[in-house]
């Protein structure tokens, strides 16, 4: 639902990074000053849940830059020009793990940063998952696919091993977590 109070004033580009393009949005709150609002505006992404027959989850441990270290997460990516969040998906899928799934369902969709981002980010349970071939990664990624039972997922997140808020997210559309007890 639109807020009135906020009025949009102007829009400014001020840089093109591929995956993502920087803008300055320019507000009038009634009633205060104007300000400018910085937003990430880039593609949709997408999360594939992927588990094989054995209910073993599929996974990739990857180099990410922004906290400089390698960590372990589910496939995912971004949604081409053109492409469809299941085509996304699928595709993903293929690329980072070699592997393809005999069914694809989206189980959620989310913003990422909805502060700052206009994004959404499409979540896929991927079931009877196998290996066609090897991984196909895009340039400039080096990807380590690596399996576990599903019915680890809660450990992996409980002692820090997936700290990845959108695939901690992804794993709990995809009913892998289980529930603390209620908030006091």
Not at 7 to 28: K, M, P, Q, S
Not at 34 to 40: A, C, G, K, S
Not at 94 to 114: K, Q, Y
Not at 148 to 174: D, K, M, Q, Y
């Amino acid at each position: 639902m639109p807020d009135e109070s906020w009025t949009l004033l102007g829009e400014r580009a001020v840089a093109d990074h591929r995956i993502f393009r920087v803008r300055l949005d320019r507000y009038h709150l009634e009633g205060g000053a104007e300000r400018d609002y910085v937003v990430l505006d880039g593609p949709d992404w997408v999360n594939v849940v992927a588990l094989t027959a054995g209910r073993d989850l599929v996974l990739v441990r990857q180099y990410r830059h922004g906290v400089r270290t390698v960590t372990l997460e589910i496939p995912g990516g971004m949604v081409d020009d053109g492409e469809t969040p299941e085509q996304a998906a699928r595709r993903e899928l293929r690329e980072e793990t070699g592997c393809e799934a005999a069914s694809l369902e989206r189980i959620g969709t989310v913003w990422p940063n909805p502060a700052c981002q206009t994004n959404t980010c499409h979540t896929f349970l991927a079931t009877g998952v196998r290996s066609v071939g090897p991984p196909r990664p895009d340039p400039g990624e080096r990807i380590e696919v690596v399996t576990r039972p599903a019915a680890e997922a809660p450990r992996l997140v409980r002692e820090g091993e997936i700290r990845h808020a959108l695939v901690v997210c992804a794993l709990a559309f995809a009913g892998l977590l289980e529930p603390r007890g209620t908030a006091p």
